[in-house]
């Protein structure tokens, strides 16, 4: 069974940084990508970065290209969000998720299967 656990969340003041963790577990991930979204109260969740599992190729969301990195650490299955020059609008519930990456990457929820329970992060100004 595939498990996807985040961790890394927390209040941090605008301008600040935060790096999230996602321990994935139950599946070869060779062919799969892991992705971030996030859910800000009352919006809907949204795409925020993808990376996939064979050679690390990334894509991101407009809003937070060049703020975020988003890198996997293949020997522990781990994928991480680094996250810089936070902003307010940037406060949600972050989510890792995995799916089939087998020619495009994926940047919707309906192409992942499985997901992470999320984690807070909320951005003072």
């Known amino acids: 069974q595939v498990q996807l656990v985040e961790s890394g969340g927390g209040l941090v003041q605008a301008g600040g940084s935060l790096r999230l963790s996602c321990a994935a577990s139950g599946r070869t991930f060779s062919g799969y990508a892991m992705g971030w979204f996030r859910q800000a109260p009352g919006k809907e969740r949204e795409f925020v970065a993808v990376?996939?599992?064979?050679?690390?190729?990334?894509v991101y969301t407009d809003s937070v290209k060049g703020r975020f990195t988003i890198s996997r650490d293949t020997a522990k299955n781990t994928v991480t969000l680094q996250m810089n020059r936070l902003k307010p609008e940037d406060s949600a519930v972050y989510y890792c998720?995995?799916?089939?990456?087998?020619?495009?990457?994926?940047?919707?929820?309906?192409?992942?299967?499985?997901w992470g329970q999320g984690t807070q992060v909320t951005v003072s100004s």
């Open positions: 990376i996939r599992w064979n050679n690390g190729f990334a």
């Open positions: 998720a995995t799916g089939p990456a087998w020619i495009n990457l994926p940047s919707r929820e309906e192409q992942y299967d499985y």
